[in-house]
């Protein structure tokens, strides 16, 4: 049956005159208001070929026509579409889908015992040696974030895109830390990524949620820039290999080679690091090896635990707790250290969360042997420290968290150092 020329014109005219919000919220509408547009179109050229068979006709003149439809076009360029990535939306006139999210976050500590220097959060590197009730209080900011992140569509897969930002950058203490500090940026294509983020040597899937910024010692936390490709195959694990930006003064890159192996009760993980220590123009390679595993003991609680063992550290990161290198004559010594991390997390109900950890660092070296001759009897032996957190959501994208943290410090030489701390958070997240 063929449809009435005015009821088709009132049907185009109807459709133009609906608000821009009407129109495609999501990629199935943005599919449809195109096959729509196909629609028209024919129904368009359907007229035309009427028109020229009978021109009296009562019917919307083909430029009329015309109009309405680059009006619908112009509402398809301009609508809002949801993107390819939770919470994104589609850059109008492209593919590109775009993320945006954060959070505002405010931090308050008391120390109960003696507050180590260079940090907000938890040093236990540097924590004051020997008995000491002279904590401090500090109340900061400077840990919010924002960030974007994006992906588009291609041949052979999608292109993505993170660049990720905080204000907790670090400077000698005679400046403010209140500064705008690069966390993440990075393009990631065809299982190539290329720029900054976690280590590859990092196991951020066994890292245990703390309220505190540092989190435990024992674990890798480095953010360095890479060029890193991953080869997932899913029946079998997932492979990555990466060449990582040195540790201050080295020349030669850190090459880190990585598997993951996910599974319907946990994952599993095994790295590998070599890495370049300099000091003074002298170098050494040191190596580094790494096991991580999470096992889900119910569908709410889940134990998880890593294991590193690394031959020195220049910066501190690939080992957090680890001694520094040191120069011996021309020779340079690393300190040989393993660390551990156990955490235990478990989701209460929808608003409340909570997770107790431990994380310990131990030296292989002793008091008398040329590691230690040439560092110092105040090096660390032993690092232990404790967290028992949670977090309460009282309403949607505002949490609140709590979290009693403890210590021990332990030099070489036997000297001690006790630390014990309340860490109160408020943060409030967007998308």
């Not at 011996?328 to 393993?338: A, E, Y």
Request: net charge neutral; hydrophobic share 35%.
């Amino acid at each position: 049956m063929k449809l009435n020329h005015t009821f088709l014109a009132l049907l185009a005219a109807g459709l133009c005159s609906l608000p821009p919000a009407a129109f495609a919220q999501s990629a199935k509408d943005f599919e449809e208001m195109r096959n729509e547009l196909k629609a028209l179109r024919a129904e368009l050229n359907q007229l035309k070929a009427q028109q020229a068979q009978a021109p009296a006709a009562p019917a919307a003149s083909a430029s009329a026509w015309n109009d309405r439809i680059e009006a619908v076009e112009l509402k398809q360029k301009d609508a809002v579409v949801l993107g390819d990535i939770p919470g994104s939306f589609r850059l109008p006139g492209s593919e590109t889908s775009i993320r945006v999210y954060g959070f505002a976050e405010a931090n308050m500590v008391k120390d109960f015992k003696g507050t180590a220097p260079g940090d907000n959060f938890t040093n236990l590197m540097e924590q004051p040696l020997g008995e000491s009730r002279q904590g401090k209080s500090s109340l900061t900011a400077q840990t919010s974030r924002f960030g974007f992140e994006t992906s588009t569509p291609t041949s052979i897969g999608t292109f993505n895109t993170k660049i990720e930002a905080d204000f907790y950058a670090y400077c000698g203490v005679e400046c403010n830390r209140n500064r705008l500090r690069l966390r993440h940026a990075y393009g990631e294509y065809a299982g190539w990524l290329i720029g900054q983020t976690w280590s590859t040597f990092m196991d951020t899937d066994n890292l245990p949620e703390t309220v505190d910024f540092n989190g435990p010692p024992g674990a890798t936390f480095r953010r360095p820039a890479q060029i890193r490709y991953t080869y997932n195959n899913p029946d079998l694990a997932k492979f990555q290999f990466a060449l990582e930006e040195p540790t201050d003064g080295a020349k030669g890159l850190n090459f880190v080679a990585r598997v993951d192996k996910a599974f319907d009760w946990g994952n599993v993980n095994a790295r590998l690091l070599s890495h370049e220590q300099r000091v003074d123009g002298f170098s050494k390679r040191g190596l580094g090896v790494g096991i991580g595993a999470g096992y889900k003991i119910t569908g709410t609680t889940t134990l998880m635990a890593q294991y590193t063992r690394l031959d020195g550290d220049g910066d501190g990161a690939y080992l957090v707790g680890a001694n520094y290198p040191v120069l011996d004559g021309s020779t340079v010594r690393l300190d040989r250290s393993h660390g551990v991390v156990i955490g235990l997390s478990n989701v209460f109900s929808e608003k409340m969360r909570g997770t107790v950890s431990l994380g310990a660092v131990r030296s292989r070296h002793r008091l008398g042997d040329d590691y230690v001759n040439a560092y110092g009897g105040e090096g660390n032996h032993k690092l232990y420290q404790w967290h028992a957190g949670m977090y309460y959501l009282p309403i949607k994208n505002v949490e609140l968290g709590s979290e009693l943290i403890g210590g021990r410090r332990t030099t070489f030489d036997g000297q001690k150092g006790d630390m014990l701390r309340l860490n109160l958070q408020a943060r409030y997240l967007f998308n």
